[in-house]
């Protein structure tokens, strides 16, 4: 029953990939939902990271000693300054190590 369900599930994403990236079938997306599809990739994003950076054991974590909302912080301000994505990450898990492992150790 699970490889069927791997299988079915690779069948949906291959199928959905395909209607859109052949150049061949006859499908046009309107302005409307091109602008409306430029939403997905940061509600996806933000759905990914809000609830590493704000919960812990199912709580949610404002307190000043969450290493992980410092880094965010930094994170955000560094994307914000810099536009550079390798420069963000590598800066902001940098800091993360370092206040994970000694400074809220």
């Known amino acids: 029953m699970v490889l069927l369900s791997i299988f079915a599930m690779a069948a949906l994403v291959f199928i959905s990939r395909y209607l859109f990236l ?11 939902l091109q602008r409306l599809l430029t939403y997905s990739s940061p509600a ?3 759905a990914i990271w809000a609830p590493i950076v704000f919960t812990n ?4 974590q404002l307190h000043t000693h969450n290493p ?4 965010a912080i930094l994170a955000a301000l560094i994307a914000w300054k810099t536009r550079n994505v390798l420069l963000t990450t590598v800066i902001s898990m ?3 190590l370092v206040l994970n492992l000694w ?3």
């Open 94 to 96: 940098v800091v993360f």
């Open 22 to 32: 052949e150049p061949k079938l006859p499908l046009k997306m309107s302005a409307k």
């Open 57 to 60: 054991d199912h709580q949610l």
């Open 103 to 105: 400074v809220f150790a």
């Open 68 to 71: 992980y909302l410092w880094a």
């Open 44 to 46: 996806v994003l933000t």
